[in-house]
């Protein structure tokens, strides 16, 4: 299958699933990345899910951060740039849906790239070497690219590994982990 191809299962995939379902596996992947050896670091990104989408709930893991005292860091998305904005959640931060019904800050304590330690990548599809199919914006890419080149990067999935995409570009950047609700993946070498 082509990425257009797996984008549409794995969209289907997910339309699927419940509202009780996707709580259960979000609260399953969440006590899954308790075991990765990522929770020293300071600056963690957190996605916020776009339910309407019903993608992984990440509330649990926003709460391990906040009980771990880490500086939690979201997106705002910038349309015409192309790319995301950073900045970190704290006590006076204000969220609200855009457009495109994803969760972002209105503004705040602006965070570079370069500050980020960890960082929580949304995905629709993942295969065993580590590459992810997202929405096909590429801004995860291009946030990905600014970041420096230790960040651990951790894909968030419902579902279990596709053996090889057969479409893998320069410009895509495979993570480093990848969590499911059964399995832990690591791609480090």
């Known amino acids: 299958m082509n990425k257009a191809e797996l984008r549409k299962k794995y969209k289907a995939l ?27 670091k300071e600056f963690y990104h957190l996605f916020l899910s776009i339910a309407e989408q019903k993608e992984i709930d990440t509330e649990n893991i926003l709460h391990i951060l906040q009980g771990k005292d880490k500086n939690v860091v979201l997106s705002k998305t910038n349309i015409k740039e192309h790319k ?5 959640l704290t006590d006076s931060s204000v969220v609200k849906k855009n457009r495109w019904n994803i969760p972002e800050p209105e503004g705040g304590i602006p965070i570079a790239p370069s500050q980020i330690d960890v960082v929580f990548v949304p995905l629709l599809a993942f295969d065993e070497q580590g ?7 590429g801004f995860y890419d291009n946030f990905l690219s600014e ?41 480090k070498n």
């Open 84 to 88: 995301l904005e950073h900045f970190l």
């Open 131 to 137: 590459h992810r199919i997202g929405y096909g914006k």
């Open 14 to 40: 997910r339309l699927e699933l419940s509202e009780d379902k996707i709580e259960a596996l979000s609260l399953e992947i969440a006590n899954q990345l308790l075991q990765l050896p990522v929770w020293q």
């Open 147 to 187: 970041c420096k080149a230790e960040v651990i990067k951790i894909g968030l999935s419902f579902f279990e590994a596709e053996p090889e995409f057969k479409e893998v570009f320069s410009t895509d950047i495979p993570l480093d982990y990848c969590v499911t609700p059964n399995k832990l993946y690591s791609f």
